[in-house]
T-cell receptor
Framework: GDSVTQMEGPVTLSEEAFLTINCTYT??????LFWYVQYPGEGLQLLLK?????DKGSNKGFEATYRKETTSFHLEKGSVQVSDSAVYFC????????????FGKGTTLSVSS | DGGITQSPKYLFRKEGQNVTLSCEQN?????MYWYRQDPGQGLRLIYY???????QKGDIAEGYSVSREKKESFPLTVTSAQKNPTAFYLC?????????????FGEGSWLTVV
């Protein structure tokens, strides 16, 4: 079945370090891809998305490119801040009515000053 | 402000009891969802609804029930048949299902069995 695999955490970085969180997917069709962020004790917020191959989603300094050839959607940020500490979820959904999001297990990021 | 409101934030359930988690949205969205989050497990879909008076089972529907009598409301009942209900429950909505629609989440409800 369809699935999303993320790198295991926790990821621990110092402030201003470069961030990469790997995400790969398995899908039978052509899904849209998403990154969501969850701050402690809160719900999920959409961080960025890409709806077709080679699209780049970006928001708040984060970027991810939809790579069909490698079935990947890695999240990157050039310089992380303490406030970026959260759990990050990669997800996919199909461009069809009647489908919901399929999530990865989440990657915890901890940034220290 | 538009958004999704879940209540209660924290709920304790005794063994053998049914409990209902409330979810209300004022975004005029057609589709609504319930997810369960366990540590290290990510989010798993319980039920979703594309339109009023219609809903479908997700991956882990056993022991749960829902209703969709109004567009803005999608309550989740955790029944006594759910063997391990302690978890964080997230309600969500989108304009429609699929089609790359952004799904918006509520703040979540913590359910603990005592």
């Amino acid at each position: 079945g369809d699935s999303v695999t993320q790198m295991e955490g926790p990821v621990t970085l110092s402030e201003e370090a470069f961030l990469t969180i790997n995400c790969t997917y398995t899908a039978t069709g052509y899904p849209s891809l998403f990154w969501y962020v969850q701050y402690p004790g809160e719900g999920l917020q959409l961080l960025l998305k890409a709806t077709k191959a080679d699209d780049k989603g970006s928001n708040k300094g984060f970027e991810a490119t939809y790579r069909k050839e490698t079935t990947s959607f890695h999240l990157e940020k050039g310089s992380v801040q303490v406030s970026d500490s959260a759990v990050y979820f990669c997800a996919l959904s199909y461009n069809q009515a009647g489908t919901a999001l399929i999530f990865g297990k989440g990657t915890t990021l901890s940034v220290s000053s | 402000d538009g958004g999704i409101t879940q209540s209660p934030k924290y709920l304790f359930r005794k063994e053998g009891q049914n409990v209902t988690l409330s979810c209300e949205q004022n975004l005029n969205h057609d589709a609504m969802y319930w997810y369960r989050q366990d540590p290290g497990q990510g989010l798993r879909l319980i039920y979703y609804s594309q339109i009023v008076n219609d809903f479908q089972k997700g991956d882990i529907a056993e022991g749960y029930s829902v209703s969709r009598e109004k567009k803005e409301s999608f309550p989740l009942t955790v029944t006594s048949a759910q063997k391990n209900p302690t978890a964080f429950y997230l309600c969500a909505s989108s304009a429609r299902t699929g089609i790359g629609n952004t799904i918006y989440f509520g703040e979540g409800s913590w359910l603990t069995v005592v």
